[in-house]
């Protein structure tokens, strides 16, 4: 139902959620996700939106495309080559970012190993954390 009311009228999402720009990134991502032929409706909502609002529809568009990427590849493609038609620096902008700030939280994830224990903040030692340990060590300096 909202989504046949954004594809009738999409400034009418940019009424209902014009100071909150997180809940319009994720609402339209899931409107584009869920029916790329939704495009067309976007192209207007972005001609009817202020710039403020254009870097979060661009960060839509890229949300979009990574729910939609390894479901339904031809949407993420669609959705992709829709951004790249769009001749707003904003909207650009905004997915570019988008994809940035994706691509260092994967970086971050595979980076992740085990993380050392902080030094003098654990209570227990040892191979099991049986023992416990010396409150009286001292705390290495850092370098």
Known sequence: MELDAFVKSPSSLLERLRNDKEKLRSRLATYIATNPSVL??????????????????????????????????????????????????????????????????????????PTPPSPGGALLEGEWKTKLADPFKPVPLPN
């Open 40 to 113: 067309p409706s976007v192209q207007t909502f972005i001609s009817e939106s202020a710039s403020s609002d254009r870097s979060a529809i661009g960060a839509a568009l890229r949300l979009a495309e990574a729910m939609c990427t390894s479901t339904k590849p031809d949407a993420a493609r669609k959705i992709k080559d829709f951004t790249q038609r769009v001749s707003d620096l904003t909207v650009q902008a905004g997915y570019s970012e988008a994809g940035e700030d994706e691509s260092a939280t994967q970086l971050q994830r595979q980076n992740k190993g």
